[in-house]
């Protein structure tokens, strides 16, 4: 299986600013990976996929970049609706896996 | 959208269905998937099912116990979960793949979840 690790496991940041978050691969998934942001009580939401490819609808100060085993998710200026947890994802091979998450916080 | 149904509370060793009525998307093109989320803990993806319902896969943690089928002509998508252990405390989320009669790529959209609590 292909173990995704995410770094930090949470942060706190303030309005406007310039988060990242790194997620790693154990073994190479070229640019098959995604990002989520998951809010309690709400449906899962796909933000990047393909690593850097933005979905419909999602605002532009999401972003995201890398390929094979390091990867990066960006929020250029944090909005406090951004409150939530990210999770990464590969789909490179079987059992698809996520990262552990990161929680952001605002300070 | 996505809407699941069927989580409750059931004893160790029950059995469950879950269902996921799926609208407004193109549901007999999509492979589906569901994913589930322990109490406190990150995203599990669960188990797969293409398009037609050919191939189906599964996680490790779930294989022989839990079976996803579908039901295009009603865009339902199941998932029988039997010999069920506190470890499947969760809540189970069905999601949509994202690409078009697809193997598997990203989950897009996915539904409010259903909870189901494996307890005695």
């Known amino acids: 299986d292909i173990q995704m690790t995410q770094s930090p496991s949470s942060l706190s940041a303030s309005v406007g600013d310039r988060l990242t978050i790194t997620c790693q691969a154990s073994q190479g998934v070229k640019n098959f990976l995604n990002w989520y942001q998951l809010k309690p009580g709400k449906a899962p939401k796909l933000l990047i996929y393909d690593a850097s490819n933005l979905e419909t609808g999602v605002p532009s100060r999401f972003s995201g970049s890398g390929f094979g085993t390091h990867f990066t998710f960006t929020i250029s200026s944090l909005q406090p609706e951004d409150i939530a947890t990210y999770y990464c994802q590969q789909y490179h091979n079987l059992p698809l896996t996520f990262g552990p998450g990161t929680k952001v916080n605002i300070k | 959208q996505l809407v699941e149904s069927g989580g409750g509370v059931v004893q160790p060793g029950g059995s469950l269905r879950l269902s996921c009525i799926a609208s407004?998307?193109?549901?007999?093109?999509?492979?589906m998937h569901w994913v589930r989320q322990a109490p406190g803990k990150g995203l599990e993806w669960v188990a797969f099912t293409h398009y037609d319902g050919s191939d189906k896969f599964y996680a490790d943690s779930v294989k022989g116990r839990f079976t996803i089928s579908r039901d295009n002509s009603k865009n339902a998508l199941y998932l029988e979960m039997n010999s069920l252990r506190p470890e499947d405390t969760a809540v189970y989320y069905c999601a949509k793949d994202g690409k078009y009669r697809s193997s598997w790529s990203w989950f897009d959209p996915w539904g409010q979840g259903t909870l189901v609590t494996v307890s005695s």
């Open positions: 407004g998307i193109t549901f007999s093109n999509s492979a």
